[in-house]
């Protein structure tokens, strides 16, 4: 089965391998080495010089943490569709003061509303979604930090698991606090661990906040690579260090991070000309996702045949999300995926549903 | 290297290629009938009728799930070792109201002691160790739980970590409400996951609690399972799951249970009389783990050397656990140690120390 799923993603053969490694102790100096040589190869993916925290969880487990560890007066959640309300959903169930600003599928979070929001001086952590992986809106994380450094207490949190690895996020230049992303999306490897960049403003934020609890304390994470020596609060996941150091080094070393990011852009254009020709990309222009495309079901297409029917070929696709189902449905290209495989896919499609090419 | 430390064990080559597998969706139907398969085989080991749920953590995640969820007037963490002052240390840091019955390093917690605490009727939840991995005392946790079945609204949570899967513990008969585990230890596979058994109660319970968070809600988990037709609320390390589900099938029906719990207990027996020969075991008689045994140092070695020997050796042992450090040392016989392994290892130290056979 090929998958075209907003994650999780097809892993290469030789990454997978590395899930298999033997295993070592979580306590000796291999695994300081391993999770060091991890930190550093993520700084230069982040475009940071912030801290890189590891966490055996999904992205998920990390959103939370930042929201729940660092909200002092109250957080801003910008949201643009399941992911973002998400967050919101992870604020409210800590007790966390909150308030979600939501807009129609397909519209962006427009630094101007962000500047507004804040202008109220009512919060001090903001979270917004770099990629959507439910509408396919990509949100401009650079601007939106422009806005907010003019808000010196405020925390910036973005949530860039469906897009880090695979789009240029210039973390430090964005201002990005805590940053957050997962191994199974274009990093190209499994499910199981997430990852954030944190900087030292909001670490101290963190050290102000009660209750923050123990295994998502961004405070205790950041304790144990500063002072132990890159080392993880419990027993991390082994396996996925193994293969994600293993990724990194293709990532920088083989493709290089210019033609992966090319790649990506490549591989969207691709299947936005396509949906553009049969049917409409559900996010606004300018803020099309180079990841997955949302594609409006303008035809009134039977999605879950569709998807069925691929699916026998063996290619997966991905139903709309939520709310969504059915009104849309979702081409993910993402992490190894080729342009190869991405004209495969639409040709098949265009047969299936009588396209002519 | 051979790894005679509690955890991560060394996972058998063929248990690890199933970390390799290639991945699918996590909200598929295959997905469905793994996480159903490994819960079936999960209540064998288990020896219950509650649900199971995973949790791609460590094990410390659905611990500090348990306290934080069940609590409602107080818990009572009895303590007899690093992990049980660990479970005090996640009820407080997320504003739980806790007290730790902590005892010496050696020492059970016995189930009069628990009888008293309860019997002030300031708790509603008690948390016990079952195998503590830092003192290597094992706790009756069925007499503790008899005691328990006195006090209806108490939330019984054991933390099987370190033995689940190496020595039998029947869930449903001991009438543990929350019982925890975690895939590094005698289940034999990698770190990443962890797992626990839910009673009805204690989703009762939970469901009236607030502020439960969501990554570690073991109402969200449950309702996945039950409602989700065994999904999980995020995207789970499928990799873990794919494992996972086949060490259950070799466990099950290869080794047998009754065969495995009885090869733990062959190791133990072996490590422990070679413990009273040379040295001490720390732990009380009647009281001492089946899966770890930790050393009194009586005769004062240079525990560091000894580690390091062995290492060089390609044999990893524990040296103390955080005060227990030089006063003691840990040999773990859990997962798939065998006999011969047990006895390499202890002729070897022999030798170093220059013991006679």
Not at 98 to 118: A, H
Request: aromatic fraction near 8%.
């Amino acid at each position: 089965m090929k998958l075209f799923i907003p994650g999780p993603v097809d892993v290469a053969e030789d990454v997978l391998q590395k899930m298999a490694t033997p295993m070592i102790s979580h306590r000796g100096k291999d695994v300081t080495k391993l999770q060091k040589s991890i930190s550093e190869k993520l700084q230069k993916v982040f475009f940071t010089q912030n801290t890189i925290l590891l966490s055996t969880s999904s992205g998920s487990g990390l959103m939370e943490a930042a929201v729940r560890c660092c909200t002092s007066k109250g957080a801003a959640v910008f949201s643009v569709g399941a992911f973002g309300d998400r967050w919101g959903k992870m604020a409210k169930s800590n007790g966390v003061p909150v308030d979600v600003f939501k807009v129609e599928p397909g519209i962006p979070t427009l630094p101007e509303n962000v500047d507004k929001v804040l202008a109220t001086g009512k919060y001090d952590l903001v979270t917004v979604t770099h990629n959507e992986t439910s509408t396919g809106v990509m949100n401009p994380v650079r601007e939106i930090g422009d806005v907010i450094k003019k808000y010196p207490d405020v925390i910036y949190c973005v949530d860039t698991v469906s897009s880090m690895g695979g789009i240029k996020i210039g973390v430090d230049e964005c201002g990005i606090d805590i940053c957050v992303t997962s191994t199974q999306k274009c990093l190209g490897l499994p499910p199981g661990l997430s990852i954030c960049s944190i900087s030292e403003k909001a670490v101290e934020r963190a050290k102000t906040i009660k209750n923050r609890g123990l295994y998502f304390d961004l405070v205790e994470l950041y304790t144990f690579v500063k002072e132990k020596d890159f080392q993880y609060p419990s027993t991390p996941s082994l396996p996925h260090m193994f293969a994600l150091d293993y990724q990194l080094t293709k990532i920088l070393e083989i493709e290089g991070l210019e033609n992966r990011f090319k790649r990506h852009e490549q591989l969207a254009i691709r299947v936005r000309e396509w949906a553009d020709t049969y049917f409409k990309v559900l996010a606004k222009e300018g803020y099309q996702s180079l990841t997955v495309t949302t594609i409006e079901n303008t035809r009134g297409i039977d999605v879950g045949t569709l998807v069925k029917s691929l699916e026998a070929d063996g290619f997966l696709i991905g139903n709309g999300y939520g709310d969504l189902k059915d009104k849309t449905f979702r081409i993910a290209h993402m992490a190894e995926r080729t342009i190869d495989e991405i004209d495969d896919l639409l040709t098949r499609i265009n047969k299936k549903l009588g396209f002519k090419l």
